[in-house]
């Protein structure tokens, strides 16, 4: 029977690929391309996502606040769209109008063979060195309280007024 450190890391191992995900060049829907370590960030979400899934669209603009309210923190939330047409994913993004979240495309799905996603939408909490140590699947109203959590146990304390 594993002792209890080692079903620790198992459980905060990050899946195989996953550390390179930081160092993947992602494309924007409207052009250009976004790189999640050229960002800086103290904690990465990476969101996997798509404009059909009902989950998904509900999930995104809890996302978007918690990228509004924990950006200044230096969390990055990259919504990655597994669609394949970067213009659909652009009348989307007008539609919803998301402001705080940096939405890319995984028209390949590099992101999602490296994280291995049993449904969508699927919620990955990475460490600044891209270690994966929350991983959230699916979305029902009340998961962006244990997202939020999740995230603010990797960052330091806020300064004191």
Same mark, same amino acid.
């Given at each position: ?31 250009? =391309? +976004?790189?999640?370590?050229? #960002?800086? *960030?103290?904690?990465? &979400?990476?969101?996997?996502? @798509?404009?059909?899934?009902? $989950? ?38 007008? =539609? +919803?109008?998301?402001?705080? #979240?940096? *939405?890319?495309?995984? &028209?390949?799905?590099?992101? @999602?063979?490296?994280?291995? $996603?049993?449904?969508l939408p699927s919620t990955f909490v990475l460490d600044a ?33």
């Amino acid at each position: 029977m594993p002792t209890l450190s080692l079903m620790m890391m198992l459980v905060l191992a990050a899946p195989p690929g996953a550390e390179s995900l930081l160092s993947t060049t992602f494309p924007v829907p409207g052009g250009g =391309e +976004v790189q999640a370590a050229t #960002l800086k *960030p103290t904690v990465v &979400v990476i969101d996997l996502w @798509a404009t059909w899934c009902k $989950p998904c669209i509900a999930a995104l603009p809890k996302l978007d606040a918690i990228a509004r309210d924990l950006g200044p923190r230096g969390v990055v939330v990259l919504a990655v769209s597994q669609d394949e047409d970067p213009a659909l994913v652009m009348r989307f993004l007008k =539609e +919803v109008r998301l402001e705080h #979240l940096r *939405p890319v495309m995984d &028209v390949d799905h590099q992101a @999602a063979a490296k994280l291995g $996603p049993k449904t969508l939408p699927s919620t990955f909490v990475l460490d600044a060195t891209g270690v994966v140590r929350a991983t959230f699947e699916g979305y029902k109203p009340g998961d962006e309280v244990k997202l939020r959590a999740a995230i603010e146990a990797l960052l330091p304390a806020p300064p004191t007024p």
